[in-house]
């Protein structure tokens, strides 16, 4: 009886870093080069679960498993907006918008409208990026939060630039 009574202060602390990893942050490595130069392979992340609130441009991971792996893409378009890509430059609901993350190739975008809870993701490494150019729109139920501070590197410990 004694043991068990030992025992409920380590349980309690087990059962609260695991309530805190399900609910509302967790580590996420960096997998591949889609987001570079902003993020690199390796990279460790914190992933704030309890963020559901899509902002344009925010770093976002999205639970479509590839390989194995969560993708870490950048939000493009809104729920209800219209984006097209023509000429490398982005459009919303016809009007230019700039788009200073991108680098590489975006190609041509045909006009794509947004339902409700919708987004367009892409990665910042548009020639190599698998993103919603492939994949589609993707639900906001299939963003699991967002990523903009890095634990590691060292160097580059902090929020997100």
Request: proline share 4%.
């Given at each position: 009886?004694?043991?068990?009574?030992?025992?409920?202060?380590?349980?309690?602390?087990?059962?609260?870093?695991?309530m805190?990893?399900?609910?509302?942050?967790?580590?996420?490595?960096?997998?591949?080069d889609?987001?570079?130069?902003?993020?690199?392979?390796?990279?460790?992340?914190?992933?704030?679960?309890?963020?559901?609130?899509?902002?344009?441009?925010?770093?976002?991971?999205?639970?479509?498993?590839?390989?194995?792996d969560?993708?870490?893409?950048?939000?493009?378009?809104?729920?209800?907006?219209?984006?097209?890509?023509?000429n490398?430059?982005?459009?919303i609901?016809?009007?230019?918008?700039?788009?200073?993350?991108g680098?590489?190739?975006?190609?041509?975008?045909?006009?794509?409208?947004?339902?409700?809870?919708?987004y367009?993701?892409?990665?910042?490494?548009?020639?190599?990026s698998?993103?919603?150019?492939?994949?589609?729109?993707?639900?906001?139920?299939?963003?699991?939060?967002?990523?903009?501070?890095?634990?590691?590197?060292?160097?580059?410990?902090?929020?997100?630039?």
């Amino acid at each position: 009886m004694k043991v068990i009574k030992n025992l409920i202060p380590y349980l309690a602390i087990i059962a609260l870093v695991m309530m805190i990893r399900s609910f509302i942050a967790t580590p996420i490595i960096v997998q591949g080069d889609s987001m570079k130069p902003t993020l690199n392979g390796n990279e460790i992340m914190m992933l704030k679960k309890y963020d559901k609130n899509f902002e344009r441009f925010d770093v976002v991971v999205v639970n479509k498993s590839v390989e194995g792996d969560n993708l870490i893409k950048r939000v493009i378009g809104m729920p209800g907006e219209t984006i097209e890509y023509k000429n490398d430059q982005l459009y919303i609901n016809g009007k230019v918008i700039d788009d200073p993350y991108g680098t590489g190739i975006t190609g041509v975008i045909k006009p794509i409208t947004m339902g409700e809870n919708e987004y367009f993701v892409m990665g910042d490494n548009r020639t190599v990026s698998l993103d919603s150019r492939v994949l589609g729109v993707i639900a906001k139920d299939e963003i699991e939060g967002t990523v903009n501070f890095v634990i590691y590197p060292f160097k580059k410990f902090g929020k997100l630039n």
